[in-house]
């Protein structure tokens, strides 16, 4: 079995808002904005727009985006649940509905004022105690005080030290190549502002073992894409990033942000899951990636995603992101754009855009001979990543 | 210079009041060197009976001080009294006769009548020449050594006195010494009675985000309402946390439980530091706690520094009101007594022994006292004790020491000897505290005679802060013996 739509369709436009601590407008504007970049970049008017995709924690109803771009008919419109996990799980479900003809270009966005507006970063502790399947499952955990997203994945990151002997220096090793990278790109709210091992170690705690600088940044933004099929892709302006293949997953016992009752808990199984799908599709392996966006939202799940894609064996992520080897010039450079860190969080989509360029070869750190480009989505939940390049062309 | 006339630094009336208080000290300072005669002897011998309550009272169950038998063998030859309980054989009692009576340091009594009538113990340092045995009578001495000036404290206004006693055995023998200090002061002078009082009406604080319930997790919620914790279980066998309807291993909806032993051990844990949250307190321990019954849990570990938790530590359940709702929680289990005792070749300066939680009940704080000989009314009755300015009974220092005691034998086995003792006061332990001990070996010295002394470093912390700080110098056995 593998996926029809792999290799067959393809990001046509990219388009994004300054990203920012404050974007001083509403998400609804960032998202007509962003949306509007992406549409104009694959070389297309608006009103071509037929279908759409967006996550189910998107502030902005589809309706509201096309009464806005002036879109006379949507043909397929979808949402993808589960937060950053979504992320590349909105092109997969875009590149599905070209495909199958549920619609020709299919938008695909997020936008929100994440920093200004709704924080993710404060906590859960004024969801309600009702008998809601959601509700009874923070139930298990906020009464405790464990309430944030950095909280839930640190407690993660304690087994994984504790089973393999990984530090802190070592998901440091992480945020340096971030901020390195993000040091070099204009668009990064961190241009020009890298950060030594030195300064993370010092950095403040937000939860034990979790130190600042092992946090993503909280943002504003907005972040769009047009997918279509290949065979369209090839006329418009923008030579194609091929959806070389893009897969979701969800593994045994799976919780959100808090899978903490499996037998192991220093693995990623629902990414693992997706990557067996996209090597089998994709007939690649981890040697044949040149580059990968490797979802960043805490460093300490970075290690396990680069464990579970095979770039290195179980327990032997701390060796692999030593001596430079996910900088630039390293053997697996890791977000050129300074990733979610560094550049911004859009909620993984700002990634998906750098894979992009990195395949157009137009990125500021682009990678030379950037064939095949991972990108990854959100950890600790159902999660999804794809995998592009030029084609067979 | 007209201003030279200006008002005089104080009134009459506290000029007056510095001439009494000096008055004061003069006379309290003129008994500085003075015993309180010949040799007093204690009311009883050194007996089993008494030694059987400490035990009980302190969960202090080194065979050495109960079982005939192994103490036959032991190497102290026969059964020995806790070297703690030192004070408490020569304690007067509630009742004691008159021959006992007014023969203690007077300084006390001038204080009552000066009006520092409150008393609590700040240090106590023993010093042990040998462990007393069955049957032996001990006599007491005790010499003024100190009269401090009048100090502010959080407890109130007051005098420190510090005394030394000696102990002797029938013969004259010295067996032991110990150096006293008490703050004797005027009630409702200090810090804490004063906070005390302004707490009163205290600010409604948000509580704890609750738990959602639904019908299918009612059980688990129930079981805590009642104090147990309860575990899905599926006649299958197989277990399951967090609940489902319908068992994925054999497909029944029809799911029981069962009630948890409450043991289990460290899997992961986190501090979260920032955001603080106002309904929590800081700081804040969330455990993954795997249960001995194979599921696990998410919860927080009380009572311990986030620094001395470790993965797999042994974890006991308590069901509490955390903030407001009513959560299973675990401390570290109290560490197993040592059976064999370690030798001088197994420690080494820097280590650190576990730490051992104490819940300090009523019962604890009562069941000591009396153990101790020790019937302050502020540490066995509430009221009285809250008529003293305190907000409720308290530990004894004679408690606070034979906790230590236990906390190092229990460490190092029955057969370590200890040499002295010494400890600091400071919050109190109230009930419902929790008092944590830590403790580290701070100094070794040489072996002789096949013995090489240890010195340990010890504290005891409360929710407030320290209760005792101090160390013990003990005796292990060499390799090279
Ligand atoms: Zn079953």
Redesign the interface.
Known sequence: MTMEFAGKTAIAGIGATEFSKNSERSTLRLAIECAEAAIRDAGLEPNQIDGMVNFTVEDNPEIEVARNLGIKQLTHFSRIHHSGGAACGTIHQAAMAVHSGACNYCLVFRAFNERSETRF????????????????????????????P??WV???A??YM?EYGATSEDFGRVAVADRKHAATNPEAFFYERPITLKEHQES???????HLLDCCQESDGGQAFVVTTLERAKDLAQPPAVIASAAMGSGEDQ?MM?S??RDE?TGIPEMGIVAQQLWRDTGLCADDIQTAVIYDHFTPLVLPQLEEFGFCKPGEGKDFVKDGNIELGGRLPINPNGGQLGEAYIHGMNGIAEGVRQVRGTSVNQVPDAENVLVTAGTAVPTSALILNRGNA | MSEAKAAPDCSADSQQDAQRKAALLEELRSAIGQTTGAPLPARDAVNQAMIRHWSDAMTDFNPCYIDPDFAAKSIHGEVVAPPAMLNAWTMAGLHPPASLQGRGVDTYAKLDAAGYTSVVATNSEHDYVRYLKLGETLHHSTKLTEVSEEKATALGTGHFVTTVTEYTNDAGEVVGAMTFRILKFRPGTGRMAASAESAAPAKPRPIRPKPGISRDTGFFWDGIAQGELRIQKCDCGALHHPPMVRCPKCGTYDLGWIVASGRGKVYSHVEPVHPKIPSFDYPLIVGLIELEEGTRLLSNVIDIEDEFVEIGMDVELAIQECNGVELPVFRPARPARREDTLHFEDVAVGDRMAPCPIPITPTLIVSTAIASRDYQDVHHDRDLAIKRGSPDIFMNILTSSGLSSRYATDWAGPEAVLKNLRIRLGVPNYPYDTMTMYGEVADKGAVTNGRGPVTLKIRGTNRMGHHLTGSIDLELPSNAA
Do not use: C, E
């Not at chain 1, 105690?129 to 405790?144: H, I, L």
């Not at chain 1, 403040?204 to 979790?210: A, E, N, S």
């Open positions: 970063g404060i906590g859960v502790q004024d969801r309600p105690a009702t008998a809601n399947s959601a509700d009874v499952d923070f139930g298990w955990s906020s009464p405790f005080g464990l309430l944030t950095a909280s640190a407690m993660f304690r087994r504790h403040r705690w937000i939860v034990k073992p979790l919780q808090k903490y009752y808990i």
